[in-house]
Each structure stands twice: as C-alpha cells, then as structure tokens.
C-alpha cells in the first residue's frame, strides 16, 4: 500500500453508500462505518475510488465526528484514534515553527533533519534552563 489519508467529512459532502459494515463496536463511540463513492461531478471525476465514512461519537467534547479515509485495511475505530493522533503531530509542529529557531535546514535526508531538530531542542531546553536558574 502506498499513501493514505484520514480527514474530517464536510456536512455538506455528497456521497452515494454501497456498503454498510454492521461490524463495529459501539461502546468505543463509534456510530457507523460506510464504504462510500463521491457523488458530485467534479470530485467523482477526481476521486472515482471507494472511501470509507466512520462516524465517531466523541464523548469528552459531546461531538459527531465524521471521517473520510481510503483506507479499508484497519478497524472503524482505528481510524478515529489515527485522526486524534494526527492532532498531537499537529501540537508537535506547530510548538516547533513557535518555540525553535530553524532557519534553514543544513541537510536533506532524514538523519540530517532529525539532528538538526534535536539540537534546536536541546538549544531551546538548555536556554529555559539557564532562564529559571
């Protein structure tokens, strides 16, 4: 499998379902699990593949949920803990780009970029150290 994604459903998202999946836990919030095809002109033309729709009812904030995903190798429910997840990635990058000071990365690979962010780290640790002291 190459790529997948996992996005919040628009209320106004028009799909046609072709299949139901009857075989979700609901005492985990889960609501439903749908295979789906877009049915608007311009994103059926653009992505004429089965989706997978999970309701996911979230008790802590008392929301509906509604995902969109293409992938149909997992549980309903790990879908709706990969969406939450993606958020703490999002906490993480966005307290980078505010707290440490990347200029321009120094290499490309992978290895490079992991050094370079961990040394601002340490940068920015060691300095709020020195601050409280």
Known sequence: MGAFFVSRAKTTMDY???EHNYNIDLRFGLKSDKTIFLA???SSKLYPD???LVEYYDDQNDILLTF???YHEVSALEIAKLYRNRWQIETLF???K???TIKK???QSENAVNIHIWVAICTYLIVAH???K
């Open 130 to 132: 020195v601050k409280m």
């Open 68 to 70: 969109v995903s293409n």
């Open 50 to 52: 089965p989706l997978r």
């Open 98 to 100: 505010q707290n440490l």
């Open 105 to 107: 990365l120094l290499g």
């Open 40 to 42: 608007g002109y311009k």
């Open 16 to 18: 046609t379902v072709i």
């Open 94 to 96: 966005k307290w980078i």
